[in-house]
């Protein structure tokens, strides 16, 4: 980032152009004034940040915070030189990354002891007590949380403003646990998430006594809600499941787009609070905590200080039964020794510490019975092989069917009809079977092969497996239960959102009839509602007024409920923004198609398949008559540039000229050769030479490569 020059710093009113060509100028033009008002909306949106990411507890409307979000951006694209990187438009950075750079930890990141039962407890609880002789113990538990656990650094850094002024503690670096004594470094993936501070006032540090270097530790984790959001787009995409939102949480930290991560929407924990070398900071786990917690971090407020065991065991029953509730993967508790001198004299043992435990929830799965295997029809016309189960609890939850995926996978377990398998269910993932058990020899229950049919087991019609692909699916487009999936998708929350169409009301209309099309969903009327079982004049009437109400959904919505293979919610919101009408969209060819981020060969050759079905035109046609919205704003392409003229010159760090170039114009901007009174801003490099000489002279903005990335970074991450 470059610092604020006087001249790069000064008002608007300075530069040379064309006042028209310029944005909006932001309030006033006195730079202390836009110093003041940049710093002011920075602080208001860290305010309201914080309310919803850490406290859940928003003060204003999504709409309101946008306007502060929107005047910030606006003033920053004006003065790029004063863009922090702290600043709450800076979480995203503008480029992928090329890997993680490995970082020793100040202190090794250890793991805990596990203890699964009553009896381990107690004998852990009875050993702490010896070796802390006559001082009194209290311990500190808090919830297991499963995700990765995350180092976070803050100091002073070298963005401290003005002669030092800043006497905030920013966010540094973040390293991920490694092996436990060195980490990676993913602090542009971490600085995405909306409850990770990138910055924490001196007067939040003196409310937490916090010094200005420190680091924190604790968990990020994938909410239940993003978790089940991204596993619905990968299966839409033709993708897997993911297996939990542990493994999904450390994938995306891993991945090298800052871009992608902000989208999945993690979130992080903080549970410990160190000195920058690695000492502890306060005298008590639990002071650490609310200190945390003080200075704006999220900490879980399930946690206790507690003296005696049997409230110990209370605790964990509390935390096992509000297991499922709670938004978010948990796999214990862990019980902390509170003060950190009796920490100290307790010490480790090589991998983990004395003074704490973890006390791990049993496992959840099962052993029983797979009494049969039956085929589902998924709204693709994918054949999902299902196991019946002998009904058996897991976590608290009878289960009587699991996921087996597909063929290959039946064939991977070795398994038969009558097999006894272990059925495992993680989070809100679809139970499945994970392993057959070796057949004992006294069990004669019978036992048969699965034969994968030939044909589907609701139509009657030929199935087919495409090359390389594991999956079976039905041809046939009209298969009843393929429309049947369809519909159910289309109703669903987060698409058509049509509330009371759930599976009972679709199985009955599709058993009767009376429903053979989505489109035959909006020629419902009441008498037809009324005639099927258990619903009355109320309920229909709701139903109507719902169905009707989906009529205006947006465009991007509609094209998700259609059910285009590879089709996702995001998918289909680019495509909706792209092109802007469903008519625009139908008549694109493949080529045009891939224009669209995300969308390639697999993808448009999808989408044009579905348009060149005359049956998927007609119910186009008929989703048109009925009033449907097909038609969504355009994006307004990057804008930000737009009117300016800029002039490239000398060596860039990193962008090669053509690509400075593209991306300028992709903003909107031109790119002219030379420097006249009517360029706006002059990009310099390593070596520039006359232009920038020209530039001091006619008094035109000059700003570095770094100033122009923020400025493009604006435009792109706009919301
Ligand atoms: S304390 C030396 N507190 O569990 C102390 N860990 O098996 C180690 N975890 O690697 C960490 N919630 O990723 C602690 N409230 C919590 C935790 C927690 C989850 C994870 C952490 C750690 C693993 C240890």
Known sequence: MSKASPKAAGPPD?????PEALPAPPAGSDPREITRRLSKLRDQIRHHEYQYYVLDAPEISDADFDVLMRELKRIEADWPDLITADSPTQRVGGKPLNGFDKVAHS???LSLDNVNSEEELREWDRRVRELAGAQEISYVCEYKLDGLSMALHYGAGSSAGAAGADKSAHLLRALTRGDGTIGEDVTS????????PLSISAKKLAAAKLPIDFEVRGEVVMPAAAFLRWNEEREAAG??????????????????????VAQRRLDFYAYFALKANGDTLFSDQGTALDALTAAGFRVN??????????????????AEERRATLGYEIDGVVIKVGSTALQQRMGYTGRAPRWAVAYKFSARSAVTRVEDIRIQVGRTGKLTPVAVLSPVAIGGITVARATLHNADEIARLGLEIGDFVTVERGGDVIPKVVEVLARKADDDHPRRAFQFPTHCPVCGSE???????ADHRCVNIDCPARLRESLLHFAARNVMNIEGLGEAVVTQLFERGMVKSLADVYALDEPALLSLERIGAKTAQAL???????????????????????????????????????????????????????????VSQAIREFFDERKNVKLIERLRQTGLTLTAERRKKSSQLEGLTLVLTGTLPTLSREDAKARIEAAGGRVATSVSKKTNYVVAGEDAGSKLDKAHSLDVKVIDEAALLSMLAVSSSAS
């Open 14 to 18: 300075t530069l040379p152009t064309s």
């Open 107 to 109: 202190r090794p990141m």
């Open 189 to 196: 993936n971490v600085r995405t998430i909306r409850s990770v």
């Open 239 to 260: 993708m897997a499941p993911a297996a939990n939102p542990r493994n999904a949480a450390a994938g995306t930290i891993r991945t090298l787009e800052p871009n992608i």
């Open 301 to 318: 407020p399930h946690r206790e200080s507690i003296h005696d065991f049997e409230r110990l065991l209370q605790f964990i029953a509390s």
């Open 463 to 469: 199935i087919v497996r495409a090359e390389g692909e």
């Open 544 to 602: 109507l007024a719902q169905v009707a109400r989906s009529k205006s959904a947006p465009l991007n919505r509609v094209l998700f409920g259609l059910g285009i293979r590879f089709i996702g919610e995001r998918t289909a919101q680019l495509l909706a923004e792209e092109f802007g009408s469903i008519d625009a969209l139908m008549t694109a060819s493949q080529a045009e198609l891939e224009q669209v981020n995300e969308v390639g060969p697999r």
